[in-house]
Structure formats: structure tokens, C-alpha cells
């Protein structure tokens, strides 16, 4: 999506951030540099998991942990309007709790 020019927001935790940043550099700062791409690191004391959400004008795509820390092999997937809408108000809650890389990479 990035390469195609649409605009896309990515939040990743700062595990994962750290593992894309050493294993994929240089085209991980390529990426982040794109006019079109928002990435940022979840940032919220006490908390390294997300879930992993895909949301688009037409469906949402959802991907939660279990109660262990560790991805479920269930997703959520959905057409439906009231999913659309709680899985948006998910998105802005981590999306608050996230930094831009730049303030992340600074501490």
C-alpha cells in the first residue's frame, strides 16, 4: 500500500520495530521516509502487545492475542458497519497510545 501512493498509518510495537529496524534498515527507513506513510510505535506504559487490524472503506480485518501474549489463530473479519466503527474507535485508542518514530528512536 505504501508503494501504491495511498495513505496508510502503520503502528508497530517497539519489539517488532526494533527486529524490522535490524533485520530490514534501509528499506524500512525508505518506507517510513514516503510522503503518504504515518509509522509509528506503540508506546503505551506496561503494554508491548497489540492487535493487528486492517481497516479499509470496506471491511475490517482483525487479529487479537490470547491471553498468554500470543497471536490467536482466530481473526475477526467483517463487512459490517458496527465492526467497522469499534474497530476504528481500537485504532484511535492505539493509535493515542503511539509515538512517531523519530520520538521513539530519540529515548
Known sequence: MGESGKDMTMIVTPKVFDRMKGEYGARLEKFIGKENVTFLVYNEKGKSIAPSMLITDVFTYTYLFNNDGVYDNKMLISF???TK???KELYKHIKKSSVP???YESK
Open 80 to 82: 459490517d458497519d458496527m
Open 85 to 87: 466503527s469499534w474497530t
Open 101 to 103: 518514530v523519530e520520538q
